[in-house]
């Protein structure tokens, strides 16, 4: 047996290597593809009656990647958005395979020609500045965390960051003299500047003052940095507080990816341009901001109102139907 027809050294060297290296991919992003081969190897090993390490590279054939498709979306009940992240990992180490191996080079289409499943398009949710408002007034700026956990929604709202970026961001990424700024290390380890507001800068000064600059900004109970869950959970639980006085919260999903979208479509509705609103957010392309151009039913209604239908004909009076529409309609 060839070392190149096992798959664990090609696996190894994928994820170690490939990814680390080679693509230099965000941490997430390695995680995410790492975990769609924690839960592929199992599989496929189960149905080719064969141990994870004695797997060959052809016993993921296509068909088998297609049943493990339907086994995420019917028996874990994942969404196509997720299963769709996981073919991408299927695809990408196919792909890494097939340009090392000119002999895996047949297998390499065959797994690549699985499709995609094309996702009905969700709806972009986002606050208005009143549910903003009151999310905001949920913490007890009086003790030390409530007044973390203010600190840290503010900042979600103010920059349009990410979980994962308020949770790494680091005392000496904040500049909070007369011009405050903020520079956050996004997706793709690219940086990007955001201004502050005065107001946030204040409320953030008290969290690094007694902290190096290498130190975490935000920080738990404990004074352990904060992951992104534990940020996650501070949005969740006081919106669910703010849900109890504002009716219209009760059926959102708010998170702070919600927060990063509110940001963009005040943004938007205040006159700023979408490709500024880009750079703010750290998008790679325009096209990932122009929905926020289609979502915002505020400016859709002003655009509405503009419409000048002064001169349209009144509408006519509805008919009464005739002797013969009557007879028909008293017969079915």
Same mark, same amino acid.
């Given at each position: 047996?060839?070392?190149?027809?096992?798959?664990? *050294?090609?696996?190894?060297?994928?994820? +170690?290597?490939?990814?680390?290296?080679?693509?230099?991919?965000?941490?997430?992003?390695?995680?995410? @593809?790492?975990?769609?081969?924690?839960? +592929?190897?199992?599989?496929?090993? %189960?149905?080719?009656? $064969? &141990?994870?390490?004695?797997?060959?590279? =052809?016993?993921?054939?296509?068909?088998?990647?297609?049943?493990?498709?339907?086994?995420?979306?019917?028996?874990?009940?994942?969404?196509?958005?997720?299963?769709?992240?996981?073919?991408?990992?299927?695809?990408?180490?196919?792909?890494?395979?097939?340009?090392? $191996?000119?002999?895996?080079?047949? /297998?390499?289409?065959?797994?690549?020609?699985? *499709?995609?499943?094309?996702?009905?398009?969700?709806?972009?949710?986002?606050?208005?500045?009143?549910?903003?408002?009151?999310?905001?007034?949920?913490?007890?700026?009086?003790?030390?965390?409530?007044?973390?956990? @203010?600190? +840290?929604?503010?900042?979600?709202?103010?920059?349009?960051?990410?979980?994962?970026?308020?949770?790494?961001?680091?005392?000496?990424?904040?500049?909070?003299?007369?011009?405050?700024?903020?520079?956050?290390?996004?997706?793709?380890?690219? /940086?990007?500047?955001?201004?502050? /507001?005065?107001?946030?800068?204040?409320?953030?000064?008290?969290?690094?003052?007694?902290?190096?600059?290498?130190?975490?900004?935000?920080?738990?109970?404990?004074? =352990?940095?904060?992951?992104?869950?534990?940020?996650?959970?501070?949005?969740?639980?006081?919106?669910?507080?703010?849900?109890?006085?504002?009716?219209?919260?009760?059926?959102?999903?708010?998170?702070? %990816?919600?927060?990063?979208?509110?940001?963009?479509?005040?943004?938007?509705? $205040?006159?700023?341009? +979408?490709?500024?609103?880009?750079?703010?957010?750290?998008?790679?392309?325009? &096209?990932?901001?122009?929905? @926020?151009?289609?979502?915002?039913? =505020?400016?859709?209604?002003?655009?509405?109102?503009?419409?000048?239908?002064?001169?349209?004909?009144?509408?006519?009076?509805?008919?009464?139907?005739?002797?013969?529409?009557?007879?028909?309609?008293?017969?079915?």
């Amino acid at each position: 047996m060839r070392d190149t027809a096992v798959l664990g *050294p090609w696996v190894r060297r994928f994820l +170690l290597e490939h990814l680390v290296a080679e693509r230099n991919l965000a941490r997430n992003t390695q995680v995410s @593809y790492r975990d769609s081969l924690t839960l +592929l190897l199992p599989f496929v090993g %189960h149905h080719a009656k $064969s &141990d994870v390490d004695r797997l060959l590279v =052809e016993d993921i054939s296509a068909d088998r990647v297609r049943a493990f498709l339907e086994h995420l979306e019917h028996d874990r009940q994942c969404a196509v958005l997720t299963r769709n992240h996981r073919l991408a990992a299927i695809h990408s180490l196919a792909r890494y395979i097939g340009a090392r $191996s000119p002999e895996h080079a047949a /297998w390499c289409a065959q797994v690549r020609s699985v *499709p995609f499943k094309k996702a009905s398009k969700t709806v972009v949710g986002y606050l208005d500045k009143p549910e903003v408002d009151a999310l905001l007034r949920v913490p007890d700026q009086q003790t030390v965390l409530g007044a973390r956990d @203010y600190a +840290l929604m503010l900042f979600l709202y103010n920059s349009g960051a990410r979980a994962d970026e308020a949770a790494s961001l680091r005392a000496c990424n904040l500049q909070l003299g007369t011009s405050p700024s903020v520079r956050i290390l996004g997706k793709g380890n690219k /940086w990007r500047v955001c201004p502050l /507001w005065p107001k946030t800068a204040v409320v953030l000064r008290p969290l690094i003052r007694d902290q190096g600059l290498e130190d975490r900004v935000f920080r738990g109970r404990t004074g =352990e940095p904060m992951t992104r869950f534990g940020v996650h959970r501070v949005v969740t639980v006081c919106a669910e507080l703010a849900a109890q006085r504002v009716p219209s919260m009760r059926d959102k999903r708010i998170s702070p %990816h919600i927060l990063r979208h509110t940001t963009a479509v005040h943004l938007l509705r $205040s006159g700023v341009d +979408l490709n500024t609103i880009r750079a703010w957010l750290g998008h790679v392309s325009l &096209d990932t901001t122009n929905v @926020y151009a289609e979502v915002d039913l =505020e400016m859709k209604a002003k655009a509405l109102a503009s419409v000048d239908i002064s001169g349209l004909p009144a509408a006519s009076r509805q008919r009464k139907p005739t002797a013969s529409v009557m007879d028909f309609m008293r017969n079915l």
